[in-house]
T-cell receptor, first 106, second 117 residues
Framework: GIQVEQSPPDLILQEGANSTLRCNFS?????LQWFHQNPWGQLINLFY???GTKQNGRLSATTVATERYSLLYISSSQTTDSGVYFC????????FGTGTKLQVIP | EAQVTQNPRYLITVTGKKLTVTCSQN?????MSWYRQDPGLGLRQIYY???????DKGDVPEGYKVSRKEKRNFPLILESPSPNQTSLYFC????????????????FGDGTRLSIL
């Protein structure tokens, strides 16, 4: 099956800083999904992005399917951005990366 | 409101006592799936269902059963729970999941925290 790797595994940011999270996948995928798991454990859909770039407020995502990676950009980070960010390759079987744990400190 | 509902949200039980975690979605989604989340291992798929009466194993199916008798419901059954099944469980649904770009984003329930003593 598809392998999904995320980096970095952990990230600590000062409030207001920008960051880039990366998701690499081992094979071609038709779609890629980014999630945020908040400190209460809820999984929130961020982006569903097979290719190209999408933006939603301070967050944006870019997937380069031909090179098998996706990037999640967080600009002007806030403490509410803390949590774990997952990417997943939606398919019949769904493979998740192991996540990037982000802590934004005031 | 479109949602995936799991019950219970929290459960502490003992080894060997059969339990069922229910999952229901109100979006008429074809695809439903169960995941477990463990520290350091991320989310791993247990079982999935492409449609009514169609279920398939994910990556970690051992010790679990599922059924899909109706489109909206996809219960997860632990016939004889063991401590290594202590985990955070998520149910998810999407309109469809295929090999093509036709597949759809998944929507998740709020999770069930299961402790087996």
């Amino acid at each position: 099956g598809i392998q999904v790797e995320q980096s970095p595994p952990d990230l600590i940011l000062q409030e207001g800083a920008n960051s880039t999270l990366r998701c690499n996948f081992s094979d071609s995928v038709n779609n890629l999904q980014w999630f945020h798991q908040n400190p209460w454990g809820q999984l929130i859909n961020l982006f569903y992005i097979p290719s190209g770039t999408k933006q939603n407020g301070r967050l944006s995502a870019t997937t380069v399917a031909t090179e098998r990676y996706s990037l999640l950009y967080i600009s002007s980070s806030q403490t509410t951005d803390s949590g774990v960010y997952f990417c997943a390759a939606p398919h019949q079987k769904v493979t998740f990366g192991t996540g990037t744990k982000l802590q934004v400190i005031p | 409101e479109a949602q995936v509902t799991q019950n219970p949200r929290y459960l502490i039980t003992v080894t060997g006592k059969k339990l069922t975690v229910t999952c229901s979605q109100n979006m008429n989604h074809e695809y439903m799936s169960w995941y477990r989340q463990d520290p350091g291992l991320g989310l791993r798929q247990i079982y999935y269902s492409m449609n009514v009466e169609v279920t398939d194993k994910g990556d970690v199916p051992e010790g679990y059963k599922v059924s899909r008798k109706e489109k909206r419901n996809f219960p997860l059954i632990l016939e004889s729970p063991s401590p290594n099944q202590t985990s955070l469980y998520f149910c998810a649904s999407s309109l469809r999941q295929t090999d093509t770009r036709d597949n759809q984003p998944q929507h998740f329930g709020d999770g069930t925290r299961l402790s087996i003593l």
